[in-house]
């Protein structure tokens, strides 16, 4: 009677041990690029411009900038518009909020971006992450996120990307 169960047992075990090896593999996080803006007292913003490529939402948990807590970071959402995530840019549709605060959507196509500009619903487009630069040279992000329900980490190095 034990051999009965233990078939169901072992599909189960290998059906739950490849959907985990498929959440952290596919690692849809995607960071594409990098804008900066500086304000008249020096201090520098940097959005660091996101996609999800999977195929469920991805909630951002925590975001650690070279190993410690940045003092200012934040999710930023372009609602309605073409226009990329920026700081410093005066578009009422492109809100900055907590870091789980929304949850980042799957890459539109062009024509769900099309639909989306006209039909103005306010419609994420684009994501991307605000970190506010001490004037430090940052070496390393670390984005923890939910995706499936499972917390997966993302590390990012910094020094390929040029922010000046």
């Known amino acids: 009677m034990r051999r ?31 804008s900066t803006y ?4 020096g201090r520098q913003e940097i959005v660091f411009q996101l996609d999800n490529e999977g ?16 003092s200012s970071v934040a999710l930023g959402v372009s609602y309605d518009t073409g226009q990329h995530v920026q700081s410093g ?3 009422p549709l492109i809100l900055f909020m907590e870091v789980d605060t929304e949850a980042i959507r799957p890459r ?4 769900q971006i099309d639909e ?18 001490t004037g430090e040279w ?5 984005i923890t996120y939910s995706y499936f329900g499972v917390h997966v ?3 990012v190095d910094l020094r390929r990307w040029t922010v000046d």
Request: glycine share 6%; hydrophobic share 45%; aromatic share 8%.
């Open 108 to 111: 539109l196509n062009k024509e």
């Open 4 to 34: 009965i169960w233990l078939a169901p047992l072992l599909v189960s075990s290998c059906m739950i041990i490849g959907f985990l090896l498929f959440v952290f593999l596919s690692n849809p996080l995607v960071i594409n690029g990098a």
């Open 116 to 133: 989306a500009l006209r039909k103005k619903e306010m419609t994420p487009i684009h994501y991307g992450i605000l970190v506010t630069n």
């Open 138 to 142: 940052l070496e390393g992000m670390t």
């Open 38 to 41: 500086t304000d008249g007292k």
């Open 153 to 155: 980490r993302k590390k």
């Open 89 to 91: 840019v005066d578009n």
């Open 55 to 70: 195929y469920r939402n991805i909630t951002i948990l925590d975001v650690t900038i070279d190993s410690s807590q940045p």
